[in-house]
């Protein structure tokens, strides 16, 4: 989890559910275990708990670290 400089912004990322197994890549090859589920990013306004945009797409299988810039 991240603040905005600003103290309004935070930004959380998922983790993805346990492991695949071979049932439920069947028919798709070993490659799908190794890739894993995509997994987003959330950037929320801490006043509302309204979600302000959603990352997705680039990240596999967990968000470990997120910071925000200095200068936000």
């Given at each position: 989890?991240?603040?905005?400089?600003?103290?309004?912004?935070?930004?959380?990322?998922?983790?993805?559910?346990?492991?695949?197994?071979?049932?439920?890549?069947?028919?798709?090859?070993?490659?799908?275990?190794?890739?894993?589920?995509?997994v987003?990013?959330?950037i929320?306004?801490?006043s509302t708990?309204?979600?302000?945009?959603?990352?997705?797409?680039?990240?596999?299988?967990?968000?470990?670290?997120?910071?925000?810039?200095?200068?936000?």
């Amino acid at each position: 989890m991240a603040m905005h400089p600003d103290g309004d912004l935070v930004a959380t990322g998922q983790m993805a559910g346990k492991a695949l197994t071979d049932k439920t890549v069947k028919g798709k090859g070993r490659q799908a275990l190794k890739q894993g589920k995509l997994v987003d990013v959330f950037i929320w306004k801490s006043s509302t708990r309204e979600v302000v945009a959603k990352i997705s797409g680039f990240q596999r299988r967990a968000i470990s670290q997120l910071a925000f810039s200095p200068k936000g």
